[in-house]
């Protein structure tokens, strides 16, 4: 299970990067207020934010799931202390206790 949440967390940093990036594509929504106008918005078409959009909502759906899934992962892997010193009280502890010593009886006294 260690492989694959390594695995899943080097698609994890990815898909942030992409995030990152696809955000900062992203024309403002106040940019054709200015002075200027809204010059700005009609150099890669009209339908070029809508396709943005749908990139980043799919990208933010992908990263709730991929960040819910790897700690739900790391949830499973990790024991918390208090585990440890409670399965610590149930295993013999490698002393050797006091355990009752034969008494030898003087076989001469027997007989």
């Not at 403002?28 to 809204?38: E, P, Q, T, V």
């Not at 799931?65 to 010193?85: A, H």
Request: hydrophobic residues 45%; charged residues 15%.
């Amino acid at each position: 299970m260690g492989v694959l949440t390594s695995v899943l967390t080097v698609i994890f940093a990815i898909l942030c990067v992409l995030l990152v990036i696809i955000i900062l594509l992203q024309a403002d929504k106040g940019a054709g207020m200015g002075i200027l106008g809204g010059a700005g918005q009609s150099t890669f078409g009209s339908s070029t934010a809508d396709i943005i959009t749908k990139i980043t909502t799919f990208l933010v759906a992908v990263f709730m799931i991929g960040s819910l899934g790897l700690s739900i992962l790391g949830s499973k892997k990790t024991s918390s202390l208090k585990d440890k010193i409670f399965s610590a009280e149930d295993k013999p502890s490698g002393m050797i206790e006091n355990a009752p010593v034969p008494v030898e009886t003087d076989k001469k006294s027997e007989k």
